[in-house]
């Protein structure tokens, strides 16, 4: 029998054994709400998806993002942070468009993955443009063909500049977040995004090292990229100590319409694809684009990639908008026929031609021979071990010797012209070397209705003493085509109509507009 003494004693033992009972199975208790708590923050893998084929191929994922991906809010926080770094105000400064309403670029992805918000280059950026009919037109976007005014280059170079500086840290854009943003939570503010900053920091000025051959060369210039020496630095080729004549191969974004009839020439042959035509697949063309959009073997999404292949091949590249001189046109149509169908197709949209999607060799088309130089077979060799393991390794890089001979359709939206982007307009085109402007302004959306390409004419006195810039309203680069890759000569001569008439050669050219 409890004695009244014995009451609270026992009352006192039941409630340290309750309280010890609480104290060992807090840490638990603790650990599993911790591991709901990142259960349900970090490990969703899901992408912004888009129902509409085009919405999906602006604004949709190819999987860069998980690799690659910047976290959203310090990409949304550094054109402010950094902003010494850029050509002006944005992201829109180095050519990339912004649809009204939208909070990033056309050509950028979001993915949620490891707990935020991340965002990286697609499809789309390389793949779409602005264009104007006249120079009271609003500026409309097309998609497929070449983004002729995104300086991938100066992107490039915005973010390592940005992250070799003294304002990429968290005591700079965590407080830029938090404006943006409208605040954020502990966890978010003191360990996600100063750990998102640190390791940023630390890969993109890795990025930097790796890639500082490109600093030595003259800036490529909007609508422009050299693809395969960013392929060897994939491969750890030591890049500063190949030969210069394999260092340089920056050419323009070409156009993706009409991959159905790409994809095999009336023949059965294969067409031969990219500029020099090393691949005769267009999956493994398409999969190789991808890393450029940030993807790897483990990291590709496939299924989205599928998407885009799909839409792709019917997507037919938009009319010339303004009037055609039929009777002119007629008239270059069987100058067309003569001097240019056997290598670029029938018409627009009739690719049919013997030479049609096959190498050109160097020595008959005599184009500037950089981009083929960059590309070598040793790249070749190495870049049939990606994939390995998977059942779509490559298998059909090769090296050639010469540029493919490509179909024309849309034609009027690819300016500049050659695989360089060397010559303003196809009037020029038809010029031979000598005659082309050694000195032009790439970049711009108004159509030159008389010549087709895109205005550009420069300020002599700027091209006097060029400066990769032109001091403009609207800051479009100034090309000089004196510079090392940049050369214009080729593609001339009897066989190609540059010792035509002028008046045949407006005939070709009016032709040429309904393409």
Known sequence: MNTPESVPTTHRLRLARTLLRILVLLPWLLLLLAGGYALVRFVPDEPVVHADPVEHFKYGSTGGERASGFPYWIWQA?????????????YASLGLIFEEGRDLPVGVSKRRHLGIDRVFLNCAACHAGLVRDTPAAPARLVVGMPAHRFDILAFQRFFFECAAGPTFSREFIVPEIERLSGGLGLVDRYLVYPVAIALMRERLLMLRARFGFVSAQAPWGPGRVDTFNAAKVLFNFPVQRLPARERLGAADFPSIWNQRKRMQRDDGERMELHWDGNNTHTEERNKSAAFGTGTTPPTIDLAAISRVEAWLLDLAPPA????????????????????????HGASGSDFAGPKVGHVT????????????????RDLAVNQATLYAGYPHRFRHFRKTWGYANMPLDGIWLRAPYLHNGSVPTLRDLLE?????????????????????????????????????????????????????????????????????PAADKDALVEHLKTF
């Open 78 to 90: 550094l054109p402010t942070v950094c902003a010494e770094h850029l050509p002006g105000p944005g």
């Open 320 to 343: 010339w908008p303004l009037p055609v001189d039929k009777t002119l046109a007629a008239r270059g149509a069987a100058l067309y026929a003569h001097y240019c169908a056997d290598c």
């Open 361 to 376: 060799p160097i020595a008959d088309i005599a184009t500037d021979p950089a981009r083929l130089d960059s590309y070598t």
């Open 432 to 500: 031979s070397a000598f005659a082309r402007p050694t000195c032009f302004v790439r970049g711009g959306t108004l159509i030159d209705a008389v010549r087709v390409g895109f205005a550009s004419a420069a300020d002599p006195a700027q091209c006097a003493a060029p400066t990769g810039r032109a001091q403009t309203a609207t800051d479009h680069f100034l090309f000089d085509t004196t510079l090392p890759g940049n050369g214009n000569s080729g593609h001339e001569g009897p066989a190609y109509g540059t010792d035509l």
